[in-house]
């Protein structure tokens, strides 16, 4: 039998979760044990389940501080839970496309970061479990397009920081799954998923924006996987503003360099944000008729025109004669 991984508990970290708490210096102690007992029953490196954790439930620095201090050696992967609000709120609707929603998980994830980066861990960051909304988020809110402006956010964020994995809650069950549990139809987030990691790379890039640019766009870039695209890169964008569409260009490019596929995701019932539809270039997303992924394909579009991004929508755009030296095969 082939194990992945090990890890111990499930938000152990809470001192009235369900759980139960265990202290830091406790589990750090059982990690290592269990690192001891790992190592014992694969003997082989090259074939030997990683360990990882804690998967805490608070983020909180100082819990994920002593806990490394002692496990730090011994972990390949630090894990942490990340949900920026509770699927209870009544106000979360409203709360999804604003700034300050959005910039919770980048505030989270600069302090895990930084916690890992000054201890003796060496490991690498996964974000365990996320989704809009915790308590099993909120239907009609984190199961529908809305919930697609934090959800593409967070993915571009958590590749810009170096995490390697980013585990969502759920691809079945609760009201954030990406795949509804009675019908088996793809949630929007579940397309959204698709086409980051179909279009994203691993090799992240930097954007820079002119100080001019408003704060309801938000980019994220990175080489075009290398069997789609050679030299190419692919730039998300998140438009979060009521009522402003943007155009954009990007700087160096011109001409046939800034040739590109757009793949604009809208919701698929127009004004509505809280539809289960949603549109990836005007076209509605729904399965075939035997039951596989409609085409994904992007829309060519050359490269004289600007980035054209619609008020209160997302996507991605792949520059595919960008002929980006760093992003050469």
Not at 184 to 203: E, H, I
């Amino acid at each position: 039998m082939t194990v992945f991984a090990f890890e111990l508990g499930n938000e152990l970290d809470h001192k009235n979760g369900k759980y139960g708490y265990v202290s830091p210096d406790v589990l750090a102690r059982d990690y290592v044990t269990l690192r001891n007992m790992i190592n014992e029953f694969w003997p082989n490196k090259t074939t030997r389940p990683l360990l990882i954790g804690p998967d805490d439930g608070t983020a909180h620095p100082s819990y994920y501080k002593e806990f490394l201090e002692k496990a730090g050696p011994v972990m390949n992967v630090s894990t942490y839970h990340f949900y920026p609000d509770r699927g209870t709120n009544p106000d979360l609707p409203q709360e999804i496309t604003t700034t300050a929603f959005l910039d919770k998980f980048l505030v989270t994830a600069n302090m895990i970061g930084a916690v890992i980066k000054n201890s003796s861990s060496n490991t690498d960051i996964w974000v365990g479990e996320s989704g809009t909304a915790s308590h099993s988020g909120q239907e009609g809110t984190t199961n529908t397009y809305l919930s697609g402006f934090w959800y593409l956010d967070a993915l571009g964020t958590a590749a810009a920081l170096n995490h390697k994995a980013f585990c969502r809650q759920t691809l079945v069950g609760g009201d954030y799954e990406l795949v509804n549990k009675n019908t088996t139809v793809p949630n929007p987030d579940y397309y959204t998923a698709v086409l980051f990691k179909r279009l994203m790379g691993k090799k992240v890039l930097g954007v820079h924006m002119d100080k001019r640019v408003s704060d309801s766009l938000r980019f994220y870039a990175s080489c075009t996987p290398s069997e789609n695209m050679e030299s190419g890169f692919t730039l998300a964008f998140i438009n979060i503003n009521k009522t402003a569409a943007f155009e954009v260009s990007v700087e160096g490019l011109s001409g046939t360099n800034a040739d590109r596929l757009e793949y604009h995701l809208t919701t698929g019932k127009e004004g509505d944000l809280r539809s289960v539809k949603m549109m990836l270039n005007a076209e509605l997303l729904q399965l075939t008729d035997d039951g596989h992924l409609p085409d994904l394909s992007g829309r060519h579009v050359t490269g004289s025109l600007p980035l054209s991004i619609q008020p209160l929508s997302y996507g991605y755009a792949v520059y595919t004669n960008a002929k980006l030296q760093v992003c050469a095969p």
